[in-house]
């Protein structure tokens, strides 16, 4: 059994910064992208921003030059570190991971956490 667990959301001022963090736990082969999605009241899950285990990264044209995402390998962690935030930036946001274990290590399975509220309010 793997699973993702989440922490750092919480009720942040327009400007202001938050970092979320995410764990991988269980019997883990290997991980090869872990990201970030987030669902705003109403609208479709979207992709936030996503980080390869060679290091290659890919950010939601919304959240460039503001969010900085960064994973330990070793730890099978992934961190957001989302500056400037702004009311739009208000949503439950998910950490994802594609892995394999080790009962089934030639099999990619898709895990997301439980989620974590972000809220951006004056």
């Known amino acids: 059994q793997v699973q993702l667990v989440e922490s750092g959301g919480g009720l942040v001022q327009p400007g202001g910064s938050l970092r979320l963090s995410c764990a991988a736990s269980?019997?883990?082969?290997?991980?090869?992208?872990m990201g970030w999605y987030r669902q705003a009241p109403g609208k479709q899950r979207e992709l936030v921003a996503a980080?390869?285990?060679?290091?290659?990264?890919n950010y939601a044209q919304s959240v460039k030059g503001r969010f900085t995402i960064s994973r330990d390998n070793a730890k099978n962690t992934v961190d957001l570190q989302m500056n400037s935030l702004q009311p739009e930036d208000t949503a439950v946001y998910y950490c994802?991971?594609?892995?394999?274990?080790?009962?089934?290590?030639?099999?990619?399975?898709?895990?997301w956490g439980q989620g974590t509220l972000v809220t951006v309010s004056s």
């Open positions: 994802n991971a594609d892995l394999s274990m080790i009962i089934a290590p030639w099999r990619l399975v898709e895990i």
């Open positions: 269980g019997s883990i082969f290997s991980i090869n992208t």
């Open positions: 980080i390869t285990s060679g290091g290659s990264i």
